[in-house]
Every structure is written in C-alpha cells, then in structure tokens.
C-alpha cells in the first residue's frame, strides 16, 4: 500500500540556520504530495503542495519539489526562525479519487535562540 | 471568512460510552473528512462525506460512524468507547469531494478512562 517515510525527530537547530526535513513515499500511481504544519494545540495547516513531478511548491521560505526518480519530497528552508518550531507532516493524495491523506508520522521542530 | 469549527475542544469519557463529535466546515465547503491522530498511529483517515453521503471509508471499525447533514456540518459518533479511542480527532473541509485543498479545524481531544 501508499506509505510516506518521514525523518525522525526531533529536529533542533539555531535561528537562522538551513532546515532540512527528508520524506519519501511509496505509491502506486501518481500522487500529490504535500507538506503540512501543526503548531502546539492546533490542527493541520497547509504550508505547500506539488501536483507533479518536478513541480516545487513554496510558502513562507519553505520549499520542497516533487522527485519521481527518487520519490522523495524533502522540505527546506533557508533560514529558520523559532515561531517556526512545530510539527511537519509530509503526506500523499491521489487526485479525483477521495481526499483521503496518507501522512507521515511527523518531524517535531524546535528551533532555538 | 470562520475556519473550521470543532465542538467540543475537549472531551472525558469512560470505557463502554459513547460520543458524538461536531464539525462545521467553511461556508461553502461541501467535502468533510475525519482524522484520527494518536502518539502511536500517527494521523489516520476514517470517513469522508460529501452531499450527506459517506463516499469514502478507512480502516476503522464499525463503532466509528458519522454523517453529514444538509448545511455541510457533520458529526462522528464512537459506539462502546475503548481506551485506545483516545486521540485527537481532526476534521477537515474542501470544496468539493477529493479536494485538494484540504482545511483543518482545532480538533476535539477524546480522553477515554
């Protein structure tokens, strides 16, 4: 079945350092794929998609682009910020199907002063 | 424009009760599925509902149910609560059945003694 793999946590880093946050799936056809954010006590936020392969979506100076040869959609950020500290779930979806999302298992973030 | 609302925030129930849970979608948004999400499982799919109607089901037993009325809202019910039911429980809307663009709301936190 579909699977998406996340990095362990948790991920601690500086203010303004480089964040990477790896994440590859497993699917059978082609799906979208998506990076959401989960702030203490709240739901999920949207923080970018891509719908094909090749595509990068952004938000915010996050980036991740979709790599069919590697199946992976690995999130970056350029300089990070402590309000950036949460939980980031990598997921899948198929489109047209259901909006059933697959998710990762989450890659807590804490970012320091 | 009001997100997605879940009532209640917080629930305490004991083993064999049951619950209902509440969400209101966007205005407009006509999709609404439910997530459950637990430290061990991660976040899983339960239902989705479109036009009242259950259009996509995941893993979960029947004890977990729901419906969706005429304004969009919906609600789940959980039948002879276990301790394992505890989680978050997350709703989300879209515009249309398999959305992409999915919105959570806060979630309802079920803690079951």
């Known amino acids: 079945g579909d699977s998406v793999t996340q990095m362990e946590g948790p991920v601690t880093l500086s203010e303004e350092a480089f964040l990477t946050i790896n994440c590859t799936y497993t699917a059978t056809g082609y799906p979208s794929l998506f990076w959401y954010v989960q702030y203490p006590g709240e739901g999920l936020q949207l923080l970018l998609k891509?719908?094909?392969?090749?595509d990068k979506g952004s938000n915010k100076g996050f980036e991740a682009t979709y790599r069919k040869e590697t199946t992976s959609f690995h999130l970056e950020k350029g300089s990070v910020q402590v309000s950036d500290s949460a939980v980031y779930f990598c997921a899948l979806k198929y489109t047209g199907t259901a909006s059933k999302l697959t998710f990762g298992t989450g890659t807590r973030l804490q970012v320091t002063l | 424009k009001a997100g997605v609302t879940q009532t209640p925030r917080y629930l305490i129930k004991t083993r064999g009760q049951q619950v209902t849970l509440s969400c209101s979608p966007i205005?407009?948004?006509?999709?609404v599925s439910w997530y459950q999400q637990t430290p061990g499982q991660g976040l899983q799919f339960l239902f989705e509902?479109?036009?009242?109607?259950?259009?996509n089901k995941g893993n979960f037993p029947g004890r977990f149910s729901g419906r969706q009325f005429s304004n969009s809202r919906s609600e789940m019910n959980v039948s002879t609560l276990e301790l394992g039911d505890s989680a978050l429980y997350l709703c989300?809307?879209?515009?249309?059945?398999?959305?992409?663009?999915?919105?959570f709301g806060p979630g309802t936190r079920l803690t079951v003694l």
């Open positions: 205005s407009g948004h006509r999709s």
């Open positions: 891509a719908t094909k392969a090749d």
């Open positions: 509902y479109f036009s009242e109607t259950q259009r």
């Open positions: 989300a809307s879209s515009l249309e059945l398999a959305g992409n663009e999915q919105f």
